[in-house]
Structures are given as structure tokens and as C-alpha cells.
């Protein structure tokens, strides 16, 4: 056999993926892409139906956030008789005014750590639920305009390829 024949296995495998890279290059290089971009923020914060969710999670704690601002309130008179009174009270009856509002200050720490996990727990629920519909959005997008890829995080992206406002307009257009 010539010795030009003679390439070991590495060899002739590199030369194989060469062949088939150049081969498959020249290919893509023939047919076009159609690529799209969408900053996902900006659908996220400019998307109507996240306007509207916040606004409708808002109403749904404002009792509770109110309720919390008046406890608070009634800790902070009670603080202020306290200290208006102190000299004049018993020793004893101080101490025990004193025990009260801290363990109404505590409790009412609590209660506001909880009203603001289950604030954040039903926040991202409401993101998900915004998440799932722009994607949605964007697969029908893409798929009524043909395009091969769209991406969400890019260097750089020429407005051409930013189909952005197209998802918003589209999304506005939704009930």
C-alpha cells in the first residue's frame, strides 16, 4: 500500500469530520436563516397582562398590608404612653406594659415576614403564568413568520432582528 494510505484511525476520522464540516458549512452557507430576538425584561415589564396582575395582586393584599400598618400604628401609641407615663407608673406595671409591646412587636414582625412570602409566593406565580403566555406568544410569532431561531440573550442585535415590539403589540392585542 503507498504510504500516503497509510494515516492511522485518529487520522482518518479528523479527516472524515473535516470533510463533513466543510461539506455541511457549504450547505448552510446556500440556505438562509430567518433569526429573531426578544429581550424577555422588556416583555416582562411592558407586557399589559403583567400591568394588570400586579394591579390585581396589590388588591389582594392591600387588607392585609393595612391591617399590618395599623397594628403597627397601635405599637407605636402604645410605645409613646409608655414613655409619657413611665415615671409616674409602678415598677412592676412599667415592666409589664413594656413585655406586652415587645411581644406585640415581635409578633407583628412575624405576621409581616409572612405577608410579605406569601406576597412574593403569589408574585411569582402570577410570573410564571406571564412567562408561559409570552412564549406562547413567541412560538406563534415565529412560527406565522417562518423564522428558524429566536433567541433571548444576544452581544449584540441589529434592530432588524429584535422582534420585541411585535410580541408586545401582539400581546396587547390579547384579552
Known amino acids: 500500500m503507498p504510504t500516503f494510505f497509510r494515516l492511522s484511525f485518529p487520522a482518518m476520522l479528523y479527516a ?15 440556505s438562509a436563516f430567518k433569526i429573531g430576538f426578544v429581550d424577555p425584561v422588556r416583555l416582562i415589564e411592558q407586557a399589559p397582562q403583567g400591568a394588570t396582575a400586579l394591579a390585581a395582586l396589590e388588591d389582594e393584599f392591600r387588607s392585609r398590608d393595612e391591617e399590618l400598618k395599623v397594628r403597627h400604628g397601635q405599637i407605636q401609641a402604645m410605645e409613646t404612653d409608655l414613655e409619657k407615663n413611665i415615671l409616674v407608673m409602678e415598677a412592676t406595671s412599667a415592666q409589664a406594659r413594656q413585655r406586652e409591646i415587645e411581644n406585640l412587636k415581635r409578633r407583628l414582625a412575624r405576621d409581616q415576614q409572612e405577608a410579605r412570602e406569601d406576597y412574593n409566593l403569589r408574585r411569582n406565580e402570577e410570573l ?27 452581544v449584540y442585535v441589529s434592530d432588524a ?13 390579547l384579552p
Open 16 to 30: 472524515g469530520v473535516m470533510s463533513l464540516a466543510l461539506f455541511s458549512t457549504s450547505s448552510l452557507a446556500q
Open 128 to 154: 410564571a403564568k406571564l412567562q408561559a403566555l409570552v412564549r406562547e406568544v413567541i412560538v406563534e410569532l415565529a412560527k406565522a413568520g417562518e423564522y428558524d431561531l429566536i433567541v433571548e440573550q444576544a
Open 161 to 173: 432582528v429584535n422582534i420585541t415590539d411585535l410580541v408586545l403589540d401582539r400581546l396587547a392585542e
